[in-house]
C-alpha cells in the first residue's frame, strides 16, 4: 500500500541549512546523546553571544538551538570548529537519544559507547544523508526512559539470558540490546556492532517500503509490518519480559544533586522558558566538567567532586541556573511564540512566564505552543497550552 505522501524535504534546520524565522536565521546543533565538551560549549556560546541572540536554545530531543542569527557563516564556522558538525552531508540526521544517566547512576551498562558507535556508522553511511531530519534514534541502558519516548529506532539493552547481571556487566561482556521500532519490539541483536547495523538498517527499511517517510509513525499498519519483518529477518528473538509494555515517559525531572554510582556528584538543572544565557552557558564550561543536556530539557554537569559541586550551586543558581526540583521551571516548557515565529498567535514566551510568576502551582507538565503545530512538545502526557486564533489559549491534555 502506497503512503499518503509528504513534502519532499522536511524543514528540519541544520547547522548549514538554517530556518528563516520571524527573529532571524535559527540553526539547529545536534548532540547525539545530548553530549558536549565544556571546551566545545563554550565556543558554541560564544558565537552565539556574538553573532545570534546570546541564548542557546534547549531543545525536546537535548539538542541546541542558535536564533536571530545574523552571520550564519560565522556561527556555522564556529560549530564546525567546536567538532560540533563533523559531516555537512550528515549534519540533520544525527538524532540519538541516549538514556541521561547512563554510565554515571543505574542502568543495564554505559550505553554511551554505543550512542558514539552508532553516530560514526551513521555518518559513514552515504545512504544516511538522506534520512529526514526528523528520525530519530535512541539508545536505551535498559532503564526504560528512551524506550518509553517511542523512538523510530531503540535500542534496549537487555540483561540477556547469556549475560550475567550480578554481578553488573563488566566492559568486556556483550552487549545484547532488543531492537524496538516505533514502540514495537522486533527481535534483538548481540554485541554492539551487530546493534548499530541494526538500527542503520530500520532507517535503510523505512527507505525501501515507504520512500519520503519521516518516521516510522508516519507508517500505515501495513507498511510497518513490512519494516518490522525486515528488520526481525537478521535478528534473534526479543529478549524483553513484556516487549509491549511501555511506561510513561513522564518522570521526576533531573534536577538537583545527585550521587554517582562512582561517588563523583552530578548536579541536575533548569533554565526559564528552556533558554541559556550565554554568559551563563560559559561560567557552566568554565567548570570543565562533562554535560548533557536531557529531552527534557535539563541540564546535567556530570563527574564533579562535593567541593565543586557546591561551589557551582552557589556561583551558578544566582546567575540563573535552577537546581530546585520544585521549581515550577522544571515542570513547564514553551515554543518561542511571537514574535519570533511568524506562525505564533500569541507571545508564549512572555506568557508563559506571567504564568510562572503569578504564582499559580504547577500540577503537571505543561507546554505552551503558538499554534497548533506544538513544536518541542514533550514526548509524556502532558497539558498542552495552545494560543488559538481568536486569542486566548486553549488547555488540552495530551
Ligand atoms: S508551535 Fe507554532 S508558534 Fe510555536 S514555534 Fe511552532 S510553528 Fe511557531
Redesign the pocket.
Known sequence: MNQPARPAADRCPGVFDTHP?ADGALARVRLPGGRIRPDQLELLARAAAEHADGHLELTVRGNLQVRGITDVEAVAEAVVAAGLAPSSTHDKVRNIELSPLTGRIGGIADARPLAAALDDALRADPAAASLSGRFLFGIDDGRGDIAARRPDACAVIRAGSSVATDPPLTADTPLVADIVIGGVPVGSATGSEAIVRALIAVAAGLREVAPGAWRVRDLDADSRHRLADLAASSLDPVIGDDPDAAPDVTREPLVGWFDQDDGAVLLGAVVELGRLAARLAEFIAAVQAPVVFTPDREILLCDLDEGVAETVVRVLAPMGLIFDAASPWASVS?????P???????P?RDDLMARVQDGDPVDEREHW????????SPAGSHLSV??TPEGGYERRRR
Open positions: 524565522a514553551c515554543c518561542v511564540g511571537a519570533g515565529c511568524s506562525s505564533a498567535h500569541a508564549v505552543v503558538g499554534c497548533a503545530r506544538g513544536c518541542g495552545q494560543a
